[in-house]
Every structure is written in C-alpha cells, then in structure tokens.
Nanobody
Framework: QVQLVESGGDSVQAGGSLTLSCAASGITVNTYYMAWFRQAPGKDREGVAFIDRTGTTRYATSVAGRFTITKDNAKNTLYLQINNLKPEDTAMYYC????????????????????WGQGTQVTVSS
C-alpha cells in the first residue's frame, strides 16, 4: 500500500522560511517522478516543484528562486524548502508521485500523478 505523508506546514510571517517533508512508503522516491503541488482556497491545484530519478528539478515560474525540491533516498523522503514566504504562498501543499522516472508533458498537471498525500497547510501572514 502506497502512503505519502506530508508534514512541516505552519503559520508564519511573510519573509520567513519553511521546510516541508513527505515520507513515502510502498514506493521508493528514487524510482518515481515526485512533485509538490499546492491548492489555495477557491483555486485549482497547481504544480510548483518537480524532481526526477536523477535529481533534475523543475519549478513553476511563480516560485523559481524561492522554492527548492530535494529528496533523501536513504530516508525515502521528499522535501520542499520554501524561502522568503509571501502571503500568496498560503495553501495546502501536497506531495505527489508518478510511476515513471522522467518528465513528460502531463507531469505539470494533477492528472500526471498516481499517488497523493493528504496535504500540509502553509499560512503566511503579512
């Protein structure tokens, strides 16, 4: 049974930093395409950071330079470092995994993923 369990969300002030974690079981983060998505109230879920089995990363334009996605294969855990948090970063953040190791066109979208965590809330106040 596949489980993705996110943690690390918090309420912080603008300009602060957070590190989100996603502990995986039933899959290995080293062989799946992994990503972080977020969903703000009333908005669609959007992909923000992506990483393939080689460690090659991609970022949404809106977060490039502030977000860093990494993974620890030994701990089977995915991370998202968020710096210089802004109020518009307020959202539920989700970890996602896709069978297949590399980027394809669908990886930018929700439909490109097979497994999801339940999310961790990030709230940024100005």
């Amino acid at each position: 049974q596949v489980q993705l369990v996110e943690s690390g969300g918090d309420s912080v002030q603008a300009g602060g930093s957070l590190t989100l974690s996603c502990a995986a079981s039933g899959i290995t983060v080293n062989t799946y395409y992994m990503a972080w998505f977020r969903q703000a109230p009333g908005k669609d879920r959007e992909g923000v950071a992506f990483i393939d089995r080689t460690g090659t990363t991609r970022y949404a334009t809106s977060v490039a330079g502030r977000f860093t996605i990494t993974k620890d294969n030994a701990k089977n855990t995915l991370y998202l470092q968020i710096n210089n948090l802004k109020p518009e970063d307020t959202a539920m953040y989700y970890c996602a995994a896709a069978e297949g190791s590399f980027w394809t066109a669908c990886r930018e979208y929700v439909r490109g993923y097979d497994y999801w965590g339940q999310g961790t809330q990030v709230t940024v106040s100005s």
